[in-house]
């Protein structure tokens, strides 16, 4: 059983930064892939960025060079450094755990809104 607690969502204007996290517990963090999900109003819940438990990365095209997804397994902590934010960010973001990398997550947080305004 995995708990995951999303932190840092906010208020911000175009062009500033947020860093997202999410506190996990639960003895095998080190060997989940870790994702970062979004959901706007309206629209299909879209996968944002994703971690394996080696550390490679996956962004979708629509936030690279801008999101930077980390984690730190001594504290089984996922990050999201959000960078460059635009109003078509604006969404409520969701971490979740999975198992195996690219399967659907097995655990998922409450998640955190994040509002970009123009």
């Known amino acids: 059983q995995v708990q995951l607690v999303e932190s840092g969502g906010g208020l911000v204007q175009a062009g500033g930064s947020l860093r997202l996290s999410c506190a996990a517990s639960?003895?095998?963090?080190?060997?989940?892939?870790m994702v970062w999900y979004r959901q706007a109003p309206g629209k299909q819940r879209e996968l944002v960025a994703l971690i394996s438990n080696g550390g490679d990365t996956y962004y979708t095209d629509a936030v690279k060079g801008r999101f930077t997804i980390s984690r730190d397994n001594a504290r089984k902590t996922l990050y999201l450094q959000m960078n460059s934010l635009k109003p078509e960010d604006t969404a409520v973001y969701y971490c979740a755990a999975s198992v195996v990398a690219f399967s659907n997550p097995d655990y998922w947080g409450q998640g955190t809104q994040v509002t970009v305004s123009a």
């Open positions: 639960g003895s095998s963090f080190s060997t989940y892939a």
